[in-house]
């Protein structure tokens, strides 16, 4: 007798053959949904290494024991505690986040939470609340979706983690931060973030974890992270699919 499992996993078969996986960045066929071939793999700088325990920045030199941090780390007080990137903002893994934040491209969504996942294994823990950096109602009306928020989403499915999409609401339109120097960047982000009323009392001693496509200055995981220690969290930890390197 064939079981439904049986019949199931043979319908997976002929669809794989019939719509091959392809690669999120160039298209080609590859082995697995959600993966990369070889030549984009290669071409993708994920954050391997040595890295800043507070911003995920990649740093030279081997691991010495202990907690590290970067220079603008040890400069710049930060509200959260940890946080860690995926990739470093750069070559193939800049047209990946770009394609997913600007062209549409939402499937990719689970995909891209893996390589968070992995990149967050040391500051993920169980029970952290998940939620994303917030678009103004403005860039989500011509966006049509927040990508942070896909993002966050996925994370938590993936992790078993707790989620809240809308817990933080950007109040006043900031623009956009490229071009901004670094001071430009705290100071045009500054008291434009909240916690939503209706969210206030998940944040009782809780430890969260934020998501965002990229961090930079992090200005704007400040803004949030300020926010939600204000509410009554207990710590905050940062998770970036992208951190732009100093470098870079």
Avoid at 41 to 52: A, E
Avoid at 117 to 130: C, H
Avoid at 231 to 236: H, L, M, Y
Wanted: with cysteine; proline share 6%; glycine share 10%.
């Amino acid at each position: 007798m064939i079981g439904i499992l049986d019949v199931g996993a043979g319908i997976r078969a002929v669809l794989g053959a019939i719509y091959p996986p392809h690669c999120l960045s160039c298209n080609a066929i590859v082995g697995t949904d959600g993966g990369l071939c070889g030549s984009c793999w290669r071409d993708t700088p994920f954050v391997t290494g040595l890295v800043c325990d507070c911003c995920g920045a990649p740093l030279p030199g081997d691991d010495p024991g202990g907690v590290v941090m970067c220079d603008d780390c040890l400069n710049v007080e930060r509200p959260w505690t940890r946080g860690r990137a995926a990739m470093a903002y750069r070559d193939n893994a800049r047209r990946l986040v770009l394609r997913f934040k600007h062209g549409d491209r939402t499937e990719m969504a689970p995909a891209l939470a893996e390589w968070l996942a992995g990149a967050g294994q040391e500051i993920i823990e169980p029970g952290m609340l998940v939620a994303p950096v917030p678009l103004h109602w403005r860039r989500l009306f011509s966006r049509r979706y927040n990508q942070a928020a896909l993002l966050s989403e996925a994370l938590a499915r993936r992790m078993a983690l707790p989620s809240c999409p809308d817990l933080l609401l950007r109040r006043r339109f900031t623009g956009s931060q490229g071009g901004k120097s670094h001071d430009q960047r705290f100071a045009n982000i500054a008291s434009a973030i909240v916690v939503n009323p209706r969210r206030m009392s998940l944040l009782s001693d809780a430890r969260v974890l934020l998501v965002d496509d990229v961090m930079t200055s992090g200005a704007t995981f400040a803004a949030c992270a300020e926010a939600i220690v204000s509410a009554g969290a207990k710590e905050v930890r940062v998770l970036a699919l992208a951190r732009v390197a100093k470098d870079d």
